[in-house]
C-alpha cells in the first residue's frame, strides 16, 4: 500500500508538471474605428471603446455614449506540427502535436459618461467577453507547442474602467484599472484500505492592473498627440493538495503529503504606446508605435513543493523560454465625406460618411537563438479597411434627439511563415509557424 500511494502522489506532482507551458490570450483590437485603422487610432481616437487603451481620451466625449461590436476571427494557420525527439536511451521517443485553429467570436461593449462638465471628467468602462466560453483556460504539456498571441482555446473576460479629466482645453489626463481574477484551489484527499474521500473548492478573487495616458488637442483639434502605459497582466492559478493516506493495520505509518502549484495562465505584457493623428479635411492621417516588454515572461511558471515524501523533489523546472521586447508600427487613414439622405415620411438628414483603412505591422518576440519552440511567435502584418455612418437619427422613434453611427470593418493579419529547428545535446525540436487570422466586426453606438 505505502508503494501505490508514493506512486499516487508521485502522479498528482505530475500533473502539475505537465502544466508547465502555458498558453497566452490573442491579442485583440477594440472598436470597429480602430481595427478599420489597422490598430493607428489605439492613443488618440476618442470614443466608446478608447478608455481601454489610453484613458485621456475619454475627457474629450463631451456627452453620454455607448456602443457594442461583434467580432468574428477566423484562422487559417500552419499546422505547427511540432516534434520533439531525444536521442537518451530511456527517452528514446518521439511526440508530435499540432495547433488547434478554432474560430473566436467576442462582443465588445463599451460606454463613456461625462461626470462633471465644467472640469470634463468622464467615466469608461470597457468590456470584451467570449460568445462561446464565458471564460476558458488551456495548459499544454511539456510535449506541446502554442502560438504566443493567439489560441483559441485560452480566452478570459477582460474589463477596463477609467476615469478621464481634461486640464484646460488642450491636455486630459486618465487612469484605469484593468480587472482580472486569480484562481485559488484547495484539494483535500483522505483514504484508508475500505473507504476513500475527496473534496475540491474553488475562489475567484480579482486582481487590479493600473493603466494610464495622456492626451494633447491642438486648438481646432486638427492634430492630437497621446501616449498610453499599460501594466503587466496576469492571472495566477494556486492549487493545494492536502492528502492523507491511512491504513488499517496499525504496523503502517500514515501518509501525509501537502503539494502547492503556482501556475500562470493568462498574461498580457507591459507596453507603452505612442499615437498622433492629424486632419486635413476631408482626410485624417494616424500614426501609431507600440512596445511590448515580453522579455519580462518567464515559462514555465510554476512553483512546486512537497512535503514530507522523500521521492518526490521540490526543485522548479528548467526555464528555457525566454522572449524578446516586440515593437509594432501602424499607420490608418480615414476620408469624411458628408451624406445627404432622406425617406419619404423624414426630412433630409446630412450624414457622415468615413471610409477607412490601415496597415500595420510588429516584430516577433521569439529569439533569434531560442532554447525551446514550446512557445512559437513570427513576425505579423495586418491589412485592413472599414467604412463607419454617423450622426443618424431617428426622431420618430425616440422622444429625445440621440444620434446613432455604425461601424464595419475586416481586416487579415499576415503571420510570416517559417519552419524553424532546435538541436541541444540531447534533443531536437521542430516547428512549422505561418498562415493568415481574418477577422470583421460589426459596431453600432448612439450619443446621447
Not at 422613434?397 to 532546435?422: C, E, I, P
Not at 541541444?424 to 512549422?432: I, L
Request: hydrophobic share 45%; aromatic share 10%; proline share 4%.
Amino acid at each position: 500500500m505505502i508503494f501505490m500511494c508514493k506512486l499516487l502522489c508521485l502522479g498528482i506532482g505530475i500533473c502539475f508538471i505537465l502544466l508547465a507551458n502555458i498558453v497566452i490570450a490573442s491579442a485583440a483590437i477594440l472598436g470597429a474605428k480602430n481595427l478599420a485603422l489597422a490598430g493607428a487610432a489605439t492613443v488618440t481616437g476618442a470614443d466608446y471603446f478608447s478608455g481601454a487603451s489610453n484613458p485621456a481620451s475619454s475627457a474629450f466625449v463631451e456627452s453620454i455614449s455607448w456602443g457594442i461590436a461583434a467580432s468574428i476571427s477566423e484562422p487559417k494557420l500552419l499546422s505547427l506540427d511540432y516534434e520533439r525527439s531525444s536521442t537518451t536511451p530511456e527517452w528514446a521517443i518521439k511526440e508530435k502535436k499540432s495547433s488547434s485553429s478554432e474560430r473566436i467570436n467576442k462582443l465588445n461593449v463599451g460606454m463613456v459618461i461625462p461626470v462633471l462638465s465644467g472640469p470634463n471628467l468622464s467615466f469608461s468602462i470597457v468590456g470584451s467577453v467570449p460568445v462561446k466560453d464565458v471564460a476558458a483556460i488551456y495548459t499544454m504539456n511539456s510535449r506541446e507547442a502554442s502560438y504566443l498571441t493567439y489560441n483559441s482555446k485560452n480566452q478570459v473576460p477582460e474589463v477596463y474602467t477609467s476615469l478621464g479629466i481634461k486640464l484646460g482645453n488642450r491636455f486630459s489626463l486618465g487612469a484605469g484599472l484593468f480587472y482580472s481574477s486569480r484562481i485559488d484551489g484547495n484539494v483535500l484527499i483522505r483514504a484508508l484500505d475500505t473507504d476513500a474521500g475527496s473534496r475540491m473548492e474553488i475562489a475567484l478573487k480579482p486582481i487590479l492592473t493600473p493603466y494610464f495616458g495622456i492626451l494633447y488637442a491642438s486648438k481646432e483639434g486638427q492634430f492630437l498627440l497621446g501616449a498610453a502605459y499599460k501594466g503587466q497582466q496576469h492571472c495566477k492559478l494556486k492549487i493545494d493538495v492536502d492528502a492523507n493516506f491511512e491504513s488499517t493495520d496499525e504496523s503502517i505509518q500514515p501518509i501525509p503529503i501537502m503539494i502547492t502549484a503556482n501556475l500562470l495562465s493568462f498574461y498580457k505584457p507591459e507596453s507603452f504606446a505612442l499615437g498622433s493623428a492629424y486632419k486635413v479635411w476631408p482626410l485624417t492621417l494616424y500614426l501609431g508605435v507600440e512596445k511590448k516588454r515580453w522579455s519580462k515572461y518567464k515559462a514555465p511558471v510554476l512553483a512546486l513543493s512537497v512535503t514530507n515524501l522523500d521521492d518526490f523533489s521540490d526543485n522548479h523546472m528548467d526555464n528555457r523560454i525566454r522572449l524578446k521586447d516586440t515593437s509594432s508600427y501602424h499607420f490608418g487613414i480615414e476620408m469624411e465625406r458628408p451624406l445627404l439622405f432622406s425617406l419619404a415620411s423624414s426630412p433630409e438628414q446630412k450624414l457622415s460618411l468615413w471610409a477607412r483603412a490601415g496597415v500595420g505591422h510588429e516584430t516577433s518576440a521569439l529569439r533569434a537563438g531560442p532554447r525551446s519552440l514550446s512557445v512559437l511567435d513570427t513576425a505579423k502584418t495586418i491589412i485592413s479597411f472599414g467604412l463607419g455612418v454617423g450622426n443618424i437619427s431617428l426622431k420618430r422613434l425616440f422622444v429625445h434627439s440621440r444620434k446613432f453611427q455604425v461601424g464595419l470593418a475586416a481586416a487579415v493579419t499576415l503571420l510570416d511563415k517559417k519552419a524553424l529547428l532546435l538541436r541541444e545535446d540531447f534533443f531536437t525540436e521542430r516547428a512549422r509557424v505561418g498562415g493568415e487570422i481574418y477577422t470583421l466586426m460589426g459596431e453600432i453606438g448612439v450619443e446621447y
